[in-house]
C-alpha cells in the first residue's frame, strides 16, 4: 500500500451559463471523489458538499483493509444527511429537493494486494486508459443508459434525447442509494479520471483521450479538460479529477515467480 | 402497484427485502435473522418461503408474506395476521381459515395491501429495505400521498400502467379477481405446498448482517455545510427520475436469476497454486481480475493466478452459487477468455466450456485454465 505514489490534479469550473458552481471534489490520497449536485435553492451544492465531507472524514482515518466497507459507511452517512436536509427544507418549501451523484476512488488492500475500489452513483464517470486507450469504466444510472442498454436508441441518439440530464440513481433519492462498485488491479490503470457530466457532455470521448494521453502532467491534464468543456459551451459545471499511479510495482505473484525462474534457469538449476 | 410501503409500530418483524416483505411473531427472533440475510441478498419470495418452513410449520403458528412483482402481488397469511387487498376487481380481506395451512392468493392490479397482524394503529412511518418492529404494514397507494416527489409524472403513470394490467395472461388471476368467494381457493393450494417442509431443507444458520444495511447507524455527522446563497437563478438540468420499468433487462430466458451471496458455500475451489476459496458468491479468476458493478453487500471473490506464458486472460473465468435447477452447487462460466477453459467431471469426457455458458460443476471436477494452473472443486 505504502509503495504506491500517486499523482493528481483536479480541475472546476462554473461554466458559460450557470450561475452557480454544484459541482464538489476531493482530492485526500488515496481517496477522490467527483460529485455533480442537483436541486433547487441551495440544494445541490449543499448535497455535494455534503458528499466531499464524508469522504474527507473516510480520508482523515482511512484503513485500506476495509475499504470497501468504509466507502459504503461514508455513502449510508452522506444519505442521511442529504435526506435529512431534504425534509427539513420540504416542510418549508413543497416540491423542494436536494441530491447528488457521486464518483469515488480509492485503494484498498484486497487479500493482501493492493486495488482500485471504484464506485459510482448517477451520471458522473469514471474512465481509464489502459494499454494507452480511453475506456469508460463507470455505467451511467440514466434513463439514457437504460434505453442504451435495452437497444432502444444509439449512443448518438443519446446525446440529444430529450430526457438525458435525467438519472435513475442518486444520493438523496427517496428510494435509497445503491451504488454499482468495481474493483481494478493496480496495473489496469495506467491514469483515472473522474468527473461530472459537464465535461462529458461537452466533448466527446476522442477528445477526452488525446487530452489524458498527451498532457503528461496530471494537474495540467484535469485543467485541459475542463477548459475544453468550457470553450465547448460550457453549458454545465465542469470537474475533473486525474490520478497517476506513479512507480507502480507489477503483481507481487507474478513477478517473484518469474524472476525465480529465469534465475534459475541462469544458475543452471541450482537454486 | 407503487411498493411504497408504511407501518404502524408493534412487536412483530417485518423482514423487508426490495420485492418480498415477511411479517413475524417476536417470539420468531431466530428465523428474522436467517431472512433477512436471503432479503438482503435479493431472495424472491420461493427461496424465503423455503427458508421460512426450514424449521418445520409446527413452530410457526403465525406468518404474513407479500410479494410484488412486476404485475401481480402474492399474499400469503397464515393464523392471526389479516390482509386487506384492494385491487381493482374491488375490496377483499384475505385471512387463513382456521384448520388450514394458510391462506394464499396472487392478485393483478392490486392498488393497496394492508396486512394488520396485532391491533390497528395508523401506519405512518416509512417502511424501507431492512428490519421493523411492526403491528401493521400498508403498500401501495398512501392514505397521504408522499410531498415533494421528485418527478411527480413517474408514479403517476406507472399507476395507469398497472390500472390496465389486469388484461393479464394468467386467467386464473382474473377469476380470483372478480371471484368474491376466492377464500375456499387456497385451501385447495394448500397440499402441494404442505410438503415443503418434509423435504430435508439445508439448514441455514444466522450469518452477521453485511456492511452497508440499513442496520448502519446513519447518524448525521456534521453541520450543514455553509454556502454561498446570494443567487436568484438556477437552470440545473439534471433531475432524478425512476428506472422506467419498461427497460429493466429480462433475465436470460430459460435461467434464474443467482442469488448474489449465499448463506453457506455450495463448494471449495483448490487451485494449484495452493488457494482454496469458498463459493458462497461469485469468483472471479484470472490473470489480473476485474469486478464490475458489484453492490457493496455481494463483492466478488478475486483470485489472480501467475500467468508467465500469458495463456490465462485477465477475467478468465467466473464461479459462482447456482440458482434454478442448479441450486445447492457451483456452476463456471468462460468469460469468454482467449485460450479457452477445459473441464473435466468425473465419469464424463473433458469439454472445452463455451464462452457465456455456464455449466454446474459436481465435487472432483477439474477446470484447466491453462499455463499450469487447475481448479479442483470439492465439496465446502
Redesign the interface.
Known amino acids: 500500500m505504502l509503495d504506491v505514489d500517486l499523482h493528481h490534479g483536479a480541475s472546476t469550473d462554473v461554466g458559460l451559463v450557470r450561475k452557480v458552481n454544484e459541482d464538489s471534489y476531493l482530492v485526500a490520497p488515496p481517496v477522490f471523489v467527483v460529485a455533480d449536485g442537483m436541486g433547487g435553492h441551495s440544494g445541490g451544492d449543499v448535497a455535494s458538499q455534503m458528499v466531499v465531507e464524508e469522504f474527507q472524514r473516510l480520508a482523515e482515518s482511512y484503513d485500506p483493509q476495509r475499504g470497501a466497507e468504509l466507502v459504503a459507511d461514508a455513502f449510508t452517512r452522506a444519505q442521511a444527511r442529504i435526506v435529512d436536509y431534504g425534509d427539513a427544507h420540504r416542510a418549508l418549501q413543497p416540491g423542494w429537493h436536494a441530491g447528488t451523484t457521486a464518483v469515488v476512488a480509492v485503494l484498498v488492500v484486497d487479500d493482501g494486494v493492493t486495488k482500485w475500489l471504484l464506485a459510482n452513483l448517477g451520471d458522473s464517470r469514471i474512465y481509464r486508459i489502459v494499454e494507452r486507450r480511453l475506456e469508460q469504466v463507470s455505467v451511467d444510472h440514466s434513463v439514457v443508459q437504460e434505453l442504451i442498454d435495452s437497444g432502444h436508441i444509439t449512443s448518438e441518439e443519446a446525446a440529444v434525447h430529450p430526457e438525458r440530464h435525467v438519472i435513475t440513481r442518486a444520493l438523496g433519492s427517496p428510494e435509497g442509494i445503491q451504488p454499482d462498485f468495481f474493483l481494478l488491479p493496480l496495473g489496469s490503470v495506467e491514469r483515472l479520471l473522474l468527473c461530472s457530466d459537464g465535461v462529458t457532455g461537452m466533448i466527446e470521448d476522442e477528445e477526452i483521450e488525446e487530452i489524458l494521453e498527451s498532457v503528461a502532467d496530471p494537474r495540467d491534464a484535469a485543467d485541459a479538460l475542463v477548459r475544453a468543456a468550457v470553450a465547448a459551451g460550457g453549458r454545465d459545471n465542469a470537474t475533473a479529477v486525474v490520478v497517476d499511479v506513479v512507480g507502480l510495482v507489477k503483481d507481487a505473484t507474478y513477478d517473484s515467480r518469474r524472476q525465480l525462474e529465469s534465475l534459475e534457469s541462469k544458475l543452471g538449476g541450482r537454486l | 402497484m407503487s411498493t411504497e410501503a408504511r407501518f404502524a409500530p408493534g412487536d412483530w418483524y417485518a423482514v423487508v427485502g426490495d420485492r418480498v416483505t415477511v411479517l413475524l411473531p417476536g417470539s420468531q427472533r431466530g428465523r428474522v435473522a436467517t431472512l433477512w440475510d436471503l432479503a438482503d441478498s435479493g431472495a424472491g419470495a420461493d427461496v424465503l418461503l423455503d427458508a421460512l418452513l426450514a424449521g418445520g410449520l409446527s413452530t410457526l403458528d403465525h406468518f404474513a408474506l407479500v410479494a410484488h412483482d412486476d404485475d401481480a402481488t402474492r399474499l400469503i397469511v397464515r393464523g392471526a395476521p389479516t390482509a386487506t387487498v384492494s385491487s381493482t376487481g374491488g375490496d377483499e380481506i384475505l385471512t387463513a381459515a382456521p384448520g388450514t395451512t394458510w391462506a394464499e392468493q396472487v392478485l393483478a392490479g392490486v392498488s393497496s395491501v394492508r396486512v394488520t397482524l396485532t391491533g390497528d394503529g395508523s401506519a405512518d412511518h416509512r417502511l424501507?429495505?431492512g428490519l421493523a418492529r411492526v403491528s401493521a404494514v400498508e403498500f401501495g397507494t398512501p392514505s397521504a400521498p408522499?410531498?415533494?416527489?421528485?418527478?411527480p409524472d413517474e408514479p403517476a403513470a406507472e399507476a395507469a400502467d398497472v390500472a390496465e394490467a389486469p388484461v393479464g395472461d394468467e386467467p386464473v388471476q382474473d377469476a380470483v379477481v372478480e371471484d368474491p368467494a376466492v377464500e375456499d381457493e387456497p385451501v385447495a393450494e394448500a397440499p402441494a405446498v404442505e410438503s415443503a417442509p418434509d423435504e430435508p431443507a439445508p439448514a441455514t444458520p444466522a450469518a452477521p448482517l453485511q456492511?452497508?444495511s440499513p442496520e448502519?447507524d446513519?447518524?448525521?455527522?456534521?453541520e450543514?455545510?455553509a454556502?454561498q446563497?446570494d443567487?436568484s437563478?438556477?437552470?440545473?438540468?439534471?433531475?432524478?427520475?425512476?428506472?422506467?420499468p419498461e427497460?429493466?433487462?429480462p433475465p436470460i430466458p430459460g435461467q434464474e436469476i443467482g442469488p448474489d451471496v449465499v448463506a453457506q458455500p455450495v463448494a471449495s475451489l483448490v487451485f494449484s497454486?495452493g488457494d482454496v476459496v469458498s463459493v458462497d458468491r461469485t469468483v472471479l479468476v484470472g490473470?489480473?481480475?476485474?469486478?464490475?458493478?458489484?453492490?457493496?453487500h455481494d463483492?466478488?471473490h478475486?483470485?489472480?493466478v501467475?500467468?508467465?506464458h500469458q495463456e490465462i486472460s485477465?477475467t478468465h473465468l467466473e464461479i459462482r452459487p447456482g440458482a434454478g435447477a442448479d441450486h445447492g452447487s457451483a456452476v463456471a462460466t468462460d468469460l469468454g477468455s482467449t485460450n479457452g477453459t477445459v473441464l473435466a467431471q468425473p465419469g464424463l469426457d473433458a469439454e472445452e466450456l463455451k464462452p457465456g455458458i455456464a455449466v454446474s460443476l459436481i465435487p472432483g471436477a477439474v477446470l484447466d485454465l491453462g499455463d499450469g494452473v487447475t481448479i479442483q472443486v470439492t465439496n465446502p
Open positions: 424501507t429495505p408522499a410531498a415533494g416527489g421528485s418527478a456492511f452497508g448502519d446513519p447518524t448525521p455527522t456534521g450543514t455545510p454556502v446563497d443567487w437563478d438556477r437552470d440545473g438540468q439534471t433531475q432524478v427520475g425512476t428506472p422506467h427497460f429493466e433487462r497454486t490473470r489480473a481480475p476485474e469486478a464490475r458493478r458489484f453492490a457493496s463483492q466478488p478475486v483470485v489472480t501467475p500467468s508467465p485477465s
